[in-house]
C-alpha cells in the first residue's frame, strides 16, 4: 500500500498529513494567457483561468522539516510563487527550467515556447538537495502519445526532479495530482505517493496508469502496491 490517490480538492483534503515533499504542477493561468485571441477558447479548459496561490501556505504546513516544495509556474509567474513561498515561511533556493525539444510552433507573432519554469524551496534546512554540479536545467521532448492531460508532463522530467529533492521512501505528495505522471515517477524511484485531485475523469485516469505500470512489472518490490483512503495516510497505516 504505497500509493493512493484521492478524489477532492487540495484546498479541503489533507489535514493532518506530514509529507517528505511536495511536487506539483497547479493551474497558473496559463489557460487565460492563452486563450486570448483564440477561435478555438471554448474548448481550452477553464480550470486554468486564475492564479490561485492560497494552496502554498495551506501546503507549507503538512511538510516535514526539510521537506521540498517543487512548483511549476512558467515564466510569467515566478515571481509570484516564489514571493507566495516566502511568505508561507518556506525558503526559495533556486528556479529550474524545461528546455522542451519539441516545442509547438507559436500561433501568434513570437517565439516558439520551448521553457517552462518552476520554483524549488525547502522547509529550513534541506533534508535533500541537488548536487552541486547538478545543473537547474532539464531538456527533453514533449511526450505526444498516450497523452491523457492537457498539462501532463514527462516521465523523465518528473523522475528528475523527485530525485533531485527527496530520498528513497520519502512520502511525495502532489495535490494537483493531473494523470498521475509524478506518482508514477515517485514509485519508479522507490518513493511513496500520494495524490489528489478535483476532477474525477483524472482520478480514474491517474489510477488505471499506477494500476497498469505495476501489472506489468515496470515497479518491483514493496512500492507496487496501491490504494488506501487519506485516513490510512494521516493515521500511518500505510506507512
Known sequence: MNWSIQHGDCMIEGDGLSVDAIITDPPYCIGADVRRGRADAKALPAWDDTLNLEWI???????????????????????????????????????????????????????????????????????TSPDATEHNVYFG???????????????????????????????????????????????????????IEREAEYVQAARARLDEWCRQGVLFGPFAGGGGTQEDWVHGRNL
Open 57 to 127: 501556505p495551506r501546503w507549507a504546513v503538512m511538510l516535514a522539516k526539510g521537506g521540498a516544495m517543487v512548483a511549476f509556474c512558467g515564466t510569467r509567474r515566478a515571481g509570484q510563487v516564489w514571493d507566495a513561498m516566502l511568505a508561507a515561511k518556506l525558503h526559495p533556493r533556486q528556479v529550474f527550467a524545461w528546455v522542451k525539444a519539441n516545442p509547438p510552433p507559436s500561433l501568434r507573432r513570437s517565439f516558439s515556447s520551448a521553457l517552462e519554469i518552476g520554483v524549488w524551496a525547502t522547509k529550513g534546512v534541506a533534508t
Open 141 to 195: 521532448p514533449i511526450e505526444t502519445q498516450g497523452r491523457i492531460h492537457p498539462t501532463q508532463k514527462p516521465l523523465g522530467l518528473m523522475r528528475w526532479l523527485v530525485r533531485q529533492c527527496s530520498k528513497p521512501d520519502d512520502l511525495i505528495c502532489d495535490p494537483f495530482c493531473g494523470s498521475g505522471s509524478t506518482g508514477i515517477a515517485a514509485l519508479m524511484e522507490g518513493r511513496r505517493f500520494l495524490g
